[in-house]
Structure formats: structure tokens, C-alpha cells
């Protein structure tokens, strides 16, 4: 028997082959994340860019009305600039544009990138200060950049802690602006303007927001001298501003409402009392006086105002989304409105941003295109090729739809097609998220989900599935439990193992109707109080229904009787994880179960854990997964993200480890090195794989 685990455990492995043809593309979803700001460009045409919290930047093609990503050939090490802070246009120069990139203000990197061919390729330019695209609700205010509309060369650059920053050569080299203070620490400088001198009507003034303490403006004195000065008696909390034409400065404020200052003495214009918080506003290019603002606060639906007289008075801008995803629900639309811009060169067109997606209308004066008068101004949402959503865990059964994806904020999908839309999330009623999804391997028409309401798990709760997913029936969960993990017995539907991230595992051996204390089970084995977890430490074996593995702390735990009870199946300890955890049962081959334990490797193991062999090819496995065996195999093929053979990539092996081929895309820029967080494999299709990311959707990798 011993020999046997032996010649079926691999000892040594070839070198990796040449990459096969494989095809990588996103699994279409349709918008679902948080654009924090649409800017339109002001002399050219069509030319309209996205920003995202976690997404990276966006290029609306006007032919396709597609968007396409411009951050794709970012790697996996510099993947916190898929964070985008803030985003300006050259005027002069429509090819040039600014953003500022950083996810996290306590990661890197963070810079100002630069692109002169409107964003297909970029260059840092060395400021390298903390962003926090996605660190708190500060990240919908803005832009944080200006660039002067009459010399390229100047612009300004607000940053969260350290200041405002200029440059006078186009990036090339920064000066921190000493008369500028930095404002409250991680929100700090949020907008940057330029316009008019609204008292002279001619010469230029910049202004900046500084949060905390009001609106500087950068103008000619009394002196003569050109100089930094608080303007009086403003907002002490600016989130974003505009200068009309005519040179007045409108600010919105997530505390104070909204102001407009004409040089000289600030207006309070703010829409309604019923609102304190405003972020969007935007002047129509053919008339000063005609504005639009929109409120930011949590909730859907939210009001649109429009004042036709420089803000004395404001209406209700009525407003339908009239096309978007079949599966979008009606609290999609204006929900945290985050920007609001018009068209320039078709002013009736207006484009807005939420939580979404981006939306656009082409009658935000309430007309038709033959000039009929509408009640209502029509919108739709532009969602094709924006994917943004973060993935938690993921599904394949082997049978019924061959992938299931769990998402924060949107719940997740069944898709029945991963080349088409979907149409429908999986329907959880009242929760947010999906944090685990497995399967009934005998029959997966057996599945069960656990759900969150919010990503603290306020609200956990197992649905339970017996027509592969396409209705649900919500159980209880013992008091107490939050998040966690699932595994569904192979043989018998009746058996799950629930291992909560706070909370005593339990077990049920009823579908979930109650629940069982287990003896000898591992306590807090899957870390984190949030749903940003992405450890996967406990498996389902996948031909014996009541066998179980949970790995801790460099012990695989084994259950052979549902659960009741567990002990430690390896003597020798296996190397504390260094990275995420998976552990994952090999279909269709009985007692064989491996670990994925990052920069710590890949173990096998061929006698259900109790002794284990590291793949001695794979020096860092990020991610691991099982797939559908290759024509004329017998064993199941396993994928890898990670570093084989000291080649950092993507990877299958259809010899349980021996031999490796290279499976990532040639070069950089399809995205997938956005964090990726989830890995599984397809059960159905051989060669097909799934990577989640953090940010830039799901990817399937595919054989042509």
C-alpha cells in the first residue's frame, strides 16, 4: 500500500513546457462596482474616461459603446495601482491624460501615471504618495488633479496626507506647494480646479479643496503678487468642484451642502434641506446658469437637481433607467452618485456615475430627438466591458451549470453560459454576498450557498438548493455564527459542515435543519472578520460522504463520520501557511487530497492527509484548483497561479504534478494580476479555469 502512495505521489517534476494556445477573457457580468468619476473631455469629441475604486481606468469607445480598461498590463506587484484617486485631461492635448493610482494608502505602490496616447500605454512620474482609491467614502470626491487649460506643462496634484504638488514640465518633476496645508489626514486635498478670475472676467486661478479647512485659490493680489490664500468664510469640507464659464466656483460638500463663490463672497445654493451631502455638479457648456447637482448619501434612486438661474432655486430632475443587465435590480440607479457630467459638443447629453456603473442620457432636458416634450429623461447604463466586481468564492459541479461565482454586493451568479450575460443573481433573499458554494457530488442538483448581509457577516445564513441553484431555501445557522465556510457531503445530502469564522464548526446531519457540535474540530482555522477572507481550509471528500478535511496551523484534519468527530491525520506537521490556504479533495480518486499553502508550496497527499509530499515544481502556490481531466486521463487535471519552476505565471498539469504546462497569456494586459483571489477549475470542460479577482471581475481561461 505504501508503495502504491509512492509511484502515485510525484517525486520529481520536468521542467515547464511552452505556453499552449489558450484564450483569457473576462466572464461577462455587466457593471456591479463602485465608478467613482466620469470626466468628458472639453475640446474633443466622444472622448469620456472612468474611474474606479478598484477597477483601474476606463476609455468609453464611441462606436462600441464599450468600455475599455487601461490599466490591464499592471502585474500582480504593482497591482495596487488598479485604484484610481483622481483623473485629468489635457485640454490642449486630448491624447494626455492624468490619473492617480493606489488602492490602499497602506500598500504600494502609489504614483501619478501619465499616458500620452489616451491611455494605452502609461508612465509613473515618481510621486509616489499615498492614494486611497478604495480606503474610505472620500473616494467618489474630486478629480484630485487639474491640469492648466491654457499650458500643458502646469498642473496640480492634491494628495490624501501630504499636500498639494505641482509641476511645471508635464509630470516630469513635483513641488510641494508650502502655502497649501494638507488638510485632515487620508482625505486631505480631494479637488483641483482651474478656471476664469470671476472679478476680472480674464487671467486664470487655480483652487483647491482642502478638507477640514475650506477652498484655497491660487490669483493675482493687491500686491500685484500672485499668491495662495483661504478664501473666507467657504466650505470647510469641499468634495467637488467646477468653475463655469463665466469664472464662478460651484462646490459640493458631503456636510454642507453646496455653495457657488464669485470672487469675493461665497452663496450657500444648496438644493434641498433634506440632503447635506451633494458630490456631483455639473454647468451646461452652453449656459452658466443651467446646472445639475446630485445628492450622495447612502440608498437608491437618489434626487437629481437642476437650477436654470445659477442655483436660486433648484427642481427635481425626473429620471428613468430604461436599459440595463437583466439582472440589475431596481435599487441600481443613482445609488452614492459620485459625478455628473455633460457632453460638450451634445449638450442635452449627460453622463452620471454611482455605485454601478456609469449611466447617460441624451434628454436631460425632458425632449425627444424630434423635440417632443417627455416628463422624464432617459437614461441607460453603459456596462458593457465594465467588470469590476470582486469575487469571494466560486463553484463547479459536475453536472447542472458548470460555474457559480459569489461576489460582494452583488450576491453571485449561476452561469448557465460563461460567454453570456447573466440573467438573474442567485436569489438570497436579503443578503449581499456569497462567501461559500458547494455541491452535492453524488447529484449536483443538491447545492448549498452561504450567504451574508453585509460584508461583517450581521446576517449569515445556509440556502440550501435541490434544483442546482435555481431557487433556494434560506435555514438558520446556529446564534452567533458569522461567515465562514461550507462542505457538502458526497454521498448523502443530508450532511454539512459549517465552519464560521466566528462561531463555534458545527455539523447538521438533517439539510441544515439543526446543527451538532463537532468533537476535536480546529477553532478560528479560517481568520478575518470580514468577508475579504480568503482562506478555503475546509473540503468535502469527493467520493467517501463522510469524509472531511480542515487544515490549521500545519495540521490537516480529517472527520470520517460526518463530522462528529476530528483528529489530526499527519504526525509531521506541514509548513504554516504563508499566503492563502486551500485544501481541495481530487475527484474521482479516493483518499487523495492536497493543500495549497503559498509562498510555502503544494502538498499531496494519496492516504487522506496523513502524510504529505510537497510538489517539489511548484515554489509558491497563490492558487490551486482541480479540473476535469484531460481526454484519456484517468486522474484530474490541477492548476496552479502561481511560481513553477521559478517561472511566475499560470499553470495546469494533467499529470497530477509530473509535468507543466504554461497557461497564462503571452506577455501582459487582460488584467487578471488584479489580485487574484479565487481559483477553481472546470468539472465539465477539460482545460477551462476560473480566476477571481479584486476588482476586475472573473476571468475563464480557455484551450482555442
Given at each position: 500500500?505504501?508503495?502504491?502512495?509512492?509511484?502515485?505521489?510525484?517525486?520529481?517534476?520536468?521542467?515547464?513546457?511552452?505556453?499552449?494556445?489558450?484564450?483569457?477573457?473576462?466572464?461577462?457580468?455587466?457593471?456591479?462596482?463602485?465608478?467613482?468619476?466620469?470626466?468628458?473631455?472639453?475640446?474633443?469629441?466622444?472622448?469620456?474616461?472612468?474611474?474606479?475604486?478598484?477597477?483601474?481606468?476606463?476609455?468609453?469607445?464611441?462606436?462600441?459603446?464599450?468600455?475599455?480598461?487601461?490599466?490591464?498590463?499592471?502585474?500582480?506587484?504593482?497591482?495596487?495601482?488598479?485604484?484610481?484617486?483622481?483623473?485629468?485631461?489635457?485640454?490642449?492635448?486630448?491624447?494626455?491624460?492624468?490619473?492617480?493610482?493606489?488602492?490602499?494608502?497602506?500598500?504600494?505602490?502609489?504614483?501619478?501615471?501619465?499616458?500620452?496616447?489616451?491611455?494605452?500605454?502609461?508612465?509613473?512620474?515618481?510621486?509616489?504618495?499615498?492614494?486611497?482609491?478604495?480606503?474610505?467614502?472620500?473616494?467618489?470626491?474630486?478629480?484630485?488633479?487639474?491640469?492648466?487649460?491654457?499650458?500643458?506643462?502646469?498642473?496640480?496634484?492634491?494628495?490624501?496626507?501630504?499636500?498639494?504638488?505641482?509641476?511645471?514640465?508635464?509630470?516630469?518633476?513635483?513641488?510641494?506647494?508650502?502655502?497649501?496645508?494638507?488638510?485632515?489626514?487620508?482625505?486631505?486635498?480631494?479637488?483641483?480646479?482651474?478656471?476664469?478670475?470671476?472679478?476680472?472676467?480674464?487671467?486664470?486661478?487655480?483652487?483647491?479643496?482642502?478638507?477640514?479647512?475650506?477652498?484655497?485659490?491660487?490669483?493675482?493680489?493687491?500686491?500685484?503678487?500672485?499668491?495662495?490664500?483661504?478664501?473666507?468664510?467657504?466650505?470647510?469640507?469641499?468634495?467637488?468642484?467646477?468653475?463655469?464659464?463665466?469664472?464662478?466656483?460651484?462646490?459640493?460638500?458631503?456636510?454642507q451642502g453646496i455653495f457657488k463663490y464669485d470672487g469675493s463672497q461665497w452663496t450657500n445654493i444648496t438644493p434641498s434641506s433634506s440632503y447635506a451631502s451633494y458630490y456631483g455638479i455639473a454647468i451646461d457648456p452652453r449656459d452658466d446658469n443651467h446646472i445639475l447637482a446630485a445628492v450622495r448619501t447612502s440608498g437608491d434612486n437618489l434626487p437629481l437637481y437642476r437650477s436654470i438661474n445659477g442655483g436660486s432655486s433648484w427642481t427635481t430632475v425626473n429620471k428613468s433607467l430604461i436599459s440595463k443587465p437583466g439582472w440589475w435590480t431596481s435599487n441600481m440607479f443613482f445609488s452614492a452618485t459620485s459625478s455628473l457630467e455633460f457632453d460638450p459638443y451634445n449638450p442635452d447629453t449627460v453622463y452620471a456615475s454611482d455605485w454601478f456603473g456609469v449611466y447617460k442620457t441624451t434628454n436631460i432636458n425632458g425632449t425627444d430627438t424630434n423635440g417632443v416634450v417627455e416628463a422624464t429623461s432617459m437614461w441607460e447604463a453603459i456596462t458593457d466591458g465594465h467588470e469590476e466586481v470582486v469575487t469571494l468564492t466560486a463553484s463547479t459541479p459536475p453536472k447542472g451549470a458548470s460555474f457559480f461565482s459569489g461576489l460582494t454586493d452583488q450576491i453571485g451568479f449561476r452561469h448557465e453560459n460563461v460567454n453570456e450575460f447573466p440573467t438573474n443573481k442567485i436569489p438570497l433573499s436579503g443578503m449581499r454576498e456569497i462567501v461559500s458554494i458547494d455541491y452535492h457530488e453524488a447529484n449536483p442538483n443538491y447545492m448549498i450557498f452561504l450567504g451574508s448581509s453585509d460584508w461583517y457577516g450581521s446576517t449569515t445564513r445556509l440556502f440550501v438548493s435541490s434544483n442546482n441553484g435555481v431557487s433556494v431555501t434560506p435555514m438558520n445557522l446556529p446564534a452567533g455564527s458569522k461567515l465562514g465556510r461550507l462542505a457538502y457531503s458526497a454521498i448523502n445530502p443530508n450532511i454539512i459542515i459549517y465552519y464560521p469564522q466566528t462561531g463555534n464548526p458545527v455539523r447538521s446531519i438533517n439539510r441544515g435543519t439543526s446543527w451538532q457540535n463537532m468533537k476535536g474540530a480546529p477553532l478560528r482555522a479560517i481568520g478575518g472578520s470580514e468577508v475579504f477572507a480568503y482562506n478555503h481550509p475546509l473540503a468535502a471528500d469527493r467520493i467517501n460522504g463522510y469524509k472531511f478535511y480542515m487544515y490549521a496551523a500545519g495540521y490537516m484534519y480529517r472527520s470520517t463520520d460526518a463530522g462528529a468527530n476530528w483528529y489530526k491525520a499527519n504526525a509531521t506537521r506541514l509548513p504554516v501557511s504563508r499566503g492563502n490556504t486551500k485544501v481541495e479533495a481530487a475527484p474521482g480518486l479516493a483518499n487523495r487530497v492536497w493543500v495549497s499553502l503559498g509562498e510555502a508550496g503544494l502538498y499531496a497527499s494519496a492516504n487522506s492527509g496523513s502524510t504529505f509530499t510537497k510538489i517539489k515544481a511548484v515554489q509558491n502556490s497563490k492558487l490551486f484548483a482541480f479540473g476535469k481531466n484531460r481526454p484519456g486521463k484517468t486522474v484530474p487535471s490541477v492548476y496552479v497561479y502561481g511560481t513553477v519552476n521559478r517561472v511566475n505565471g499560470f499553470f495546469r498539469s494533467d499529470d497530477m504534478g509530473v509535468t507543466w504546462s504554461n497557461i497564462g497569456p503571452l506577455g501582459r494586459g487582460i488584467g487578471l494580476e488584479n489580485e487574484p483571489q479565487i481559483m477553481v477549475a472546470d468539472r465539465q470542460t477539460y482545460g477551462r479555469v476560473y480566476i477571481g479577482t479584486n476588482g476586475r471581475g472573473i476571468y475563464v481561461g480557455s484551450l482555442e
Open positions: 500500500m505504501l508503495l502504491m502512495y509512492m509511484l502515485m505521489i510525484p517525486a520529481s517534476t520536468d521542467v515547464v513546457q511552452s505556453a499552449q494556445s489558450y484564450q483569457w477573457k473576462n466572464v461577462p457580468i455587466g457593471g456591479g462596482g463602485y465608478v467613482t468619476g466620469v470626466v468628458v473631455h472639453p475640446t474633443e469629441p466622444d472622448l469620456v474616461y472612468a474611474r474606479t475604486d478598484v477597477g483601474g481606468v476606463y476609455r468609453l469607445d464611441k462606436n462600441s459603446n464599450k468600455w475599455i480598461p487601461l490599466l490591464d498590463h499592471i502585474g500582480d506587484e504593482d497591482s495596487n495601482l488598479y485604484g484610481v484617486d483622481g483623473i485629468a485631461l489635457d485640454q490642449q492635448n486630448p491624447n494626455v491624460v492624468y490619473i492617480a493610482a493606489g488602492k490602499y494608502g497602506n500598500a504600494g505602490p502609489s504614483d501619478i501615471l501619465k499616458s500620452t496616447d489616451r491611455g494605452a500605454t502609461w508612465k509613473r512620474t515618481g510621486l509616489n504618495l499615498r492614494n486611497e482609491a478604495n480606503g474610505n467614502i472620500h473616494r467618489a470626491m474630486g478629480e484630485s488633479i487639474a491640469v492648466n487649460p491654457t499650458n500643458s506643462n502646469y498642473l496640480h496634484v492634491g494628495t490624501r496626507y501630504d499636500g498639494l504638488y505641482t509641476s511645471s514640465n508635464g509630470g516630469t518633476t513635483w513641488k510641494k506647494v508650502k502655502e497649501v496645508p494638507n488638510g485632515l489626514s487620508g482625505e486631505g486635498i480631494r479637488s483641483v480646479a482651474y478656471g476664469i478670475n470671476p472679478l476680472t472676467k480674464q487671467g486664470q486661478v487655480v483652487y483647491a479643496g482642502v478638507r477640514g479647512i475650506g477652498v484655497y485659490s491660487k490669483a493675482p493680489r493687491k500686491n500685484g503678487k500672485t499668491t495662495w490664500q483661504l478664501t473666507s468664510q467657504g466650505p470647510k469640507y469641499p468634495a467637488r468642484m467646477t468653475v463655469a464659464k463665466n469664472g464662478t466656483l460651484y462646490v459640493t460638500t458631503d456636510k
